[in-house]
C-alpha cells in the first residue's frame, strides 16, 4: 500500500495550460505539504495544509491554488502555466506537531514547453 | 527564520571508509532535525531525526547523526560506506512559530560512493 501517492507521475504540457496534481494519503496524518523541486533539486516549500486549513502559504504566484477537500486529500490546480514551472512536484504528510517526520510522494515530474 | 546549510554540494567516499555529510542549521528555539535520503527519479526518504535527547541518533541503513548545539550542526555519519549509499542526502529542520510549522531543506549533498 502506498502511504502518499500522486498522480500523475509525468505531466507534460503546453504554456498557458491549466493543470491538476492530485496527492492521497492513507496514514491519517493531519498535515499535507506541497514542495517544489527545481533542476538544481533545490526543495522548497510552497504550502502547507493542516486539517484541511492553509497555514503556510510561501511566496508562489496565485496562479498556484492548493485545495484540500478532506484531510487524506491535497491537490495543486496550475493555472497558464509558464516554462518556469517545470520541476519535480513533491506531496507529503505528517503527523502534526513539530517532531514528526514528513512522508513523501514519488513526485510528479511537470515539464512546460 | 530558520535555516539550514549543507556545505558540500558533493562528498566522494571509498566503499567500506566512513563517512560523514555535514549540516548546520539556525533556528529561533529549540531545533527539531531531519535527515534524508533521495535516490535518482524517487521520493525523499525519512532516514532519522534529533528531538531531544541523546545527541547521537541512530537511524535506517546503519546512519546515525550527532547532534551539537555549541555548533549548530547536525552531521550524518556511517561508519562503513556501501556502494549503495549513493544518493542525495537532505538535512532538514523544524521550528514552530505560532503554530506555522515549516520544514526547511539544506541544498542536498550529492553522496558518491566509488567501488
Known amino acids: 500500500d502506498t502511504a502518499v501517492s500522486q498522480t500523475p507521475k509525468y505531466l507534460v504540457t503546453q504554456m498557458g495550460n491549466d493543470k491538476s496534481i492530485k496527492c492521497e494519503q492513507n496514514l491519517g496524518h493531519d498535515t499535507m505539504y506541497w514542495y517544489k523541486q527545481d533542476s538544481k533539486k533545490f526543495l522548497k516549500i510552497m504550502f502547507s495544509?493542516?486539517?484541511?486549513?492553509?497555514?503556510i502559504n510561501e511566496t508562489v504566484p496565485n496562479r498556484f491554488s492548493p485545495k484540500s477537500p478532506d484531510k487524506a486529500h491535497l491537490n495543486l490546480h496550475i493555472n497558464s502555466l509558464e516554462l518556469g514551472d517545470s520541476a519535480v512536484y513533491f506531496c507529503a504528510s505528517s503527523p502534526q506537531g513539530v517532531n514528526t517526520e514528513a512522508f513523501f510522494g514519488q513526485g510528479t515530474r511537470l515539464t512546460v514547453v | 527564520a530558520q535555516s539550514v546549510a549543507q556545505p558540500e554540494d558533493q562528498v566522494n567516499v571509498a566503499e567500506g571508509n566512513p563517512l560523514t555529510v555535514k549540516c548546520t542549521y539556525s533556528?529561533?528555539?529549540?531545533?527539531?532535525l531531519f535527515w534524508y535520503v533521495q535516490y535518482p527519479n524517487r521520493g525523499l526518504q525519512f532516514l532519522l531525526k534529533?528531538?531531544?535527547?541523546?545527541?547521537l541518533v541512530k537511524g535506517s541503513y546503519g546512519f546515525e547523526a550527532e547532534f551539537n548545539k555549541s555548533q549548530t550542526s547536525f552531521h550524518l555519519k556511517k561508519p562503513s560506506a556501501l556502494v549503495s549509499d549513493s544518493a542525495l542526502y537532505f538535512c532538514a529542520v523544524r521550528a514552530s512559530n505560532f503554530g506555522n510549522e515549516k520544514l526547511t531543506f539544506g541544498t542536498g549533498t550529492r553522496l558518491t560512493i566509488i567501488p
Open positions: 533556528v529561533s528555539g529549540n531545533p527539531y
Open positions: 495544509y493542516n486539517n484541511k486549513e492553509l497555514i
Open positions: 534529533y528531538i531531544t535527547g541523546d545527541n
